[in-house]
């Protein structure tokens, strides 16, 4: 009989590599929260106060806007396209800050504060100066 030996070549599986694999640990910078606290928008006149966010004429969050005076302005909370609120303005004549609210400005061809809307009201037309009367009938 032939018995023919058979050679068994076990295939050397020795590689004991060190798993050593070095965690990367990324240096995963944590994002300040740098924002600065907002400033304050106040009215003068009605003490009604709420952070804003830019104040001038073409807010960059909203490039679609002009507006049409120098203003302070907020972002819309509940627009994701870039809608804004116009909060108040500077008044033109005395400087106040003053918000929208049509007891505390009113705008003729620029912002006025209803203060000095009625110091000065022979300045203005007769339709601002009847409305002013309705409203202190009101
Ligand atoms: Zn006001
Ligand atoms: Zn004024």
């Not at 058979?6 to 965690?23: C, G, R, W």
């Not at 490039?63 to 809608?83: C, H, R, T, W, Y």
């Not at 809307?117 to 009101?138: A, G, T, W």
Request: charged share 30%; with cysteine.
């Amino acid at each position: 009989m032939n018995t023919g030996k058979q050679t068994l070549v076990e295939p050397v599986l020795d590689i004991t590599e060190a798993q050593s694999f070095p965690m990367a640990y990324s240096n995963i910078e944590k994002e300040e929260n740098s924002e600065k606290p907002k400033e304050i928008f106040v009215c003068q006149n009605c003490r009604f106060s709420v952070p804003y966010d830019y104040f001038g004429r073409r807010p960059p969050f909203s490039k679609s806007f002009v507006l049409m005076e120098e203003a302070f302005v907020m972002k819309d909370p509940f627009s994701a396209d870039g809608g804004m609120i116009t909060l108040g303005s500077n008044c033109s004549s005395c400087g106040a800050i003053v918000c929208l609210s049509q007891d505390c400005s009113l705008f003729y061809t620029k912002r006025f504060c209803l203060p000095c809307v009625k110091r000065n009201l022979r300045d203005f037309p007769s339709e601002i100066i009847e409305e002013m009367k309705r409203k202190r009938k009101e």
